[in-house]
C-alpha cells in the first residue's frame, strides 16, 4: 500500500487546468456519507473528501498553461461539449484500491465518450501535452485519499465491504473548467472554478445570444439610436457567452486614432502611419465574486441597462456587478430581434 500524494503524484507547479464535473447531488454525497464514520476513525491517515469537493475528472493537463491557452482550451471544449449529451450514470459499489477508496462509475461508455471529446478539444491548443491515454479509460470518483501506507489492511477492507449502500443514479449534464489544487495539508483535491461548461445545446443556451465586446472601441461602432425600442428603456437579455476585449493601450489607442484620420484626407500624413499594435486575446467574462473557498466563476449571464446607462450584469447564482455603457450597446445590438 502507499501515500496516495506520494513524490510522484506531487505537482511541482501546480494549480492545474483540468474539466470536472462537480458530483454534488443529494443522492450522492449521502451514498459516500454512509462511508464517512468508517474513514473518520482512521483520522489523519486518511483525506476524507468533503461533499462539496467530490467530483469526476473528465481530463485534466498536468503542465502549466498561461492564461491565452487556458482561455483557448476552454473555448474549444466549449464549442465541442455542444455536441456531447448528458450521460446519466449509477455510481458504485466502492472500491479500496492500493492508494485511495473510489466510487466505479456505469455504464463507462458515455463517460468515455467525454472524455474523447474534452481530450480532442483541448489537444488542438498549441502547447498543451497531456498524457498518454490508457487503452480504457476508468471512470471514477475518489471518496478518499490514503495519506499513510498502512490504512489499506484486511480488517479495514472487510469493513468497507460491509457498509454496501444502496447504488444511486445521478446525471452529468454540465462540466466545470477549473484550476485543480492539491491540498497536501488536508489531503484531497480542491479547485476554483474558470466555467461551466454544459453538455449540448440546453433551452436556456439554444436562444441565449452570443456577444463580443470591443471589435472597435469607437463611438463609430454604434448607430446613433438604439436598433429596436427607445434609447432609455431598460432591457433585460440572456446572454449565452459574453466576450471583452482587454482595455487599450496606448499604442492601441494610437493606431485607432491613425486609422479614424486616415478617413479624411487632409490628416492622413500629419504624423506618419504609427506600428501596427498587437492586441490583447479577448476574454470571456466570468464571475469573480467569491463563492466557497474560491470564485463563483460563471458565465450564464443576464445583462440589464438601456442603450444610455451602463451595463449590471448578473450571474445565474444571483451576483452582480457593472459594465460600460458600450457593452450594453453590444449587448443589445447582438439580442436585436430578426427583422
Keep these: 500500500m502507499e501515500s496516495f500524494f506520494s513524490r510522484k503524484r506531487t505537482w511541482a507547479d501546480g494549480p492545474y ?59 474549444s471544449v466549449r464549442e465541442a461539449a455542444q455536441r456531447a449529451v448528458p450521460a446519466t450514470v449509477t455510481m458504485g459499489p466502492v472500491w479500496p484500491g492500493p492508494s485511495a477508496v473510489t466510487v466505479a462509475m456505469y455504464p463507462e461508455e458515455p463517460l468515455a465518450t467525454i472524455n474523447a471529446l474534452v481530450r480532442d478539444a483541448v489537444s488542438t491548443v498549441s502547447g498543451v501535452r497531456l498524457r498518454e491515454a490508457g487503452d480504457r479509460f476508468w471512470p471514477h470518483s475518489t471518496l478518499a485519499y490514503f495519506r499513510s501506507p498502512d490504512v489499506h489492511d484486511a480488517d ?108 479624411d484626407d487632409s490628416t492622413y500624413f500629419e504624423d506618419g502611419e504609427p506600428p501596427m499594435p498587437v492586441w490583447p486575446d479577448p476574454v470571456t467574462v466570468a464571475c469573480e465574486r467569491r463563492s466557497g473557498d474560491g470564485v463563483c466563476g460563471s458565465t450564464r ?20 456587478w457593472t459594465d460600460t455603457v458600450e457593452t450594453m450597446r453590444e449587448v443589445i445590438l447582438a439580442a436585436e430581434p430578426a427583422q
Design 17 to 75: 487546468l483540468h474539466f470536472i464535473a462537480a458530483l454534488v447531488s443529494p443522492e450522492y454525497v449521502a451514498y459516500t456519507q454512509a462511508h464517512h464514520d468508517l474513514l473518520a476513525a482512521y483520522g489523519d491517515r486518511v483525506g476524507i473528501v468533503p461533499p462539496q469537493w467530490l467530483h469526476w475528472t473528465a481530463q485534466g493537463v498536468h503542465h502549466r498553461l498561461d492564461e491565452g491557452q487556458v482561455e483557448r482550451a476552454v473555448q
Design 156 to 263: 479495514f477492507n472487510r469493513q468497507l465491504r460491509k457498509i454496501r449502500p444502496e447504488r444511486v443514479e445521478i446525471t452529468i449534464s454540465r462540466l466545470l473548467a477549473v484550476y485543480m489544487h492539491q491540498d497536501l495539508d488536508l489531503g484531497y483535491y480542491t479547485w476554483t472554478p474558470i466555467a461551466e461548461i454544459p453538455l449540448g445545446a440546453t433551452a436556456a443556451d439554444a436562444w441565449a445570444p452570443e456577444v463580443v465586446c470591443g471589435k472597435a472601441a469607437t463611438m463609430a461602432t454604434y448607430r446613433s439610436t438604439p436598433p429596436w425600442g427607445d434609447s432609455d428603456a431598460e432591457c433585460e437579455i440572456a446572454v449565452g457567452r459574453l466576450v471583452v476585449q482587454p482595455p487599450l493601450s496606448q499604442s492601441q489607442r494610437r493606431y485607432e486614432s491613425f486609422v479614424g484620420r486616415a478617413l
Design 301 to 320: 449571464l443576464q445583462v440589464r441597462g438601456s442603450w444610455n446607462s451602463p451595463a449590471v450584469i448578473i450571474c445565474e447564482h444571483g451576483h452582480s
